[in-house]
């Protein structure tokens, strides 16, 4: 920023300029900008058809014709992010962002932190961003998501709720809510404000899906793979590009991308596949697996995790993945990984349990599935988990029993989830 000082010359400077000259200059500064206003609409309906390349081409000519349109810069931010060029992305947001203190610049900015995975700054970055415009109440949402990724599900929450007090209609104040319930293991609340999420936004697929998870975990078997096939239909569609006005933003920062998507590996056919885990089934999982294109799939989310180690959210689904391949004792490590970094997230425990009666290990099952009835005793669950917390014993197992069979005795109950 320029200096009282400089600013003044600056001015002074201009006031002693002949008339014409002074003219001159401001009208080349107008076309300038106009230009790249015209590029940067360009590089706009580029990313908007899915032309990120071409899209960072013409918001390159933008700033080059004009290196202090914020806009542009803005924009370009945006488009690098799109590719998953993170720290070039924030190069040009904080530049946008110094030649102007704009909340869109750090809806941006806050959007870059939150892929790369640095919640505490995303979240400290919508929070600036609320502070220069209250009006941007999706924020909130963002924020809980970013409370939701770093494993504190009661920021999480509270974030939604203000979200809905606010925006009572808000998809994204919904979606997260469900969402942050389902992980809890609050299925109950979490089918609630899925069905809602749904209401107000129908045929979004990742709800549907979610709910056919909810439904599976209570043992609604046919009513998990009805609402499957809803999903099937939604995913199946030609749609137009995501719109973050679906989430309750304004037209002006609809930037076609929800970012909330991000390190969500499961689908369907994933779920399916779960459900059809007993040995007479290993076809049919084979072959949901397949069709859910799991040999793509999983290198991805085994590559995230890499990556992340410490992300529960990724170990999550890397867990419910192996699950669907076969893969349980390494979904069973995964699992109880999640519930060490996240010990709130209390799913996993019905998810420990189904890995560990699948790998041959009744006794850790038994005892993942009592500890969630401990925790939760008055959510409706699969009577298989019911089954199995009756039976499990007071304190954790040791080590597995020598004798343990590889695959269990009892039907899972196709409580694929």
Known sequence: MFSNRIVAALLLSLTMVPPATAQLVQTWDTKARERSQRLNSAGITALDKGQTTQAVVL?????????????????????????????????????????????????STGMVYYLQHDYEAAIKTWNRALELDGKITPLYGDIGFAFLR??????????????????????????????TKYLSGEVTAAMKAAEQARTLAPGFAPILLLLAKLEF???????????LKSWQLASGKKVAP????????PVQHDFHWNIFAADQFDNGNFLLARARLLPKEEGSRRSYATKGKMAIVLPQAKAAAETE??????????????????????????????????????IDWL???????????PSEAAYAAKEFVRQLPDEKISPVFASLAAGAKDEAPNKPQESSPKRPVADPGNTGF
């Open 59 to 107: 918001l390159n000519q933008a700033i080059a014709t004009d290196p202090n349109d914020h806009i542009a810069l803005n924009t370009l931010g945006i488009a690098l992010a799109k590719q998953g060029k993170y720290d070039e992305a924030l190069e040009h947001l904080q530049k946008a962002y110094a030649l102007k203190h704009d909340a869109e610049t750090l809806l």
């Open 150 to 179: 770093s494993g504190d599900l009661q920021n999480a929450e509270d974030s939604f709720r203000k979200l809905i007090k606010l925006k009572p209609n808000s998809h994204l104040a919904y979606t997260g809510l469900a969402l």
């Open 217 to 227: 975990v209570q043992g609604n078997t046919e009513a998990g793979k009805q609402q």
């Open 242 to 249: 995501f719109q973050m006005t679906t989430l309750g933003y």
């Open 309 to 346: 180690p410490e992300d529960f959210f990724i170990l999550h689904e890397l867990g419910l993945l192996e699950l669907a391949n076969g893969e349980y004792s390494s979904a069973a490590e995964h699992f109880a990984k999640v519930m060490q970094l996240c010990p709130s997230c209390r």
């Open 351 to 361: 998810h420990l349990a189904r890995a560990q009666a699948l790998a041959g290990k």
